[in-house]
């Protein structure tokens, strides 16, 4: 996989889990409740979607920066970052998903319009960047080298 096709899938991942996540904040910051009814976790005080919000800006921005500069040598900066972002991101929604999916087991009369709990979903977004930035082939790891430059 080429630099520029590794960045442009993160960058179009990182959009999809970035309006997911602001959907859902801008909702509950502006409505006082979820928005898709179901049980809103809390997580040091503020919704568990605030936080999926800022790892998914923050993925954003590490992806479109790859995008744009992954030739001026941006290339590994921007994986390193997006593999922590996501892995953090993974684990958070994770943790909270298998919080929610043992209330399904337990049939604890959750409902969830999605289908699932919405974790769930940010923590798809997640291992998706993830599993890409882990194998993601030293050429977008590195960038591009420079029209007429050598590889090392």
């Keep these: 996989m080429s630099p520029r ?6 960058l179009l991942l990182s959009i999809g889990g ?3 996540a602001a959907y859902q904040s801008g909702y509950k910051f502006f409505v006082r409740s979820c928005a898709f009814g179901e049980a ?3 997580v040091w005080g503020l919704p568990a979607c605030y936080y999926g919000l800022a790892l998914f800006l923050i993925l954003l921005g590490a992806s479109a920066v790859g995008l744009r500069y992954h030739a001026a040598g941006f290339g590994p900066i921007s994986r390193r970052i997006m593999l922590g972002a996501s ?3 993974l684990i958070f929604a994770g943790t909270l998903s298998v919080q929610e999916l043992n209330g399904i087991l337990h049939d604890t009369g959750a409902v969830y319009g999605l289908g699932l709990p919405t974790c769930v979903y940010g923590a798809i977004f ?3 960047i993830f599993v890409l930035s882990v194998t993601a082939p030293r050429d977008a790891a590195r960038g591009s080298s420079p029209a007429g430059s050598p590889r090392r």
């Design 5 to 10: 096709r590794y960045f442009l899938l993160t």
């Design 87 to 89: 892995f953090a991101g």
């Design 18 to 20: 970035t309006l997911f």
């Design 40 to 42: 809103c976790p809390y």
């Design 126 to 128: 997640f291992a998706a």
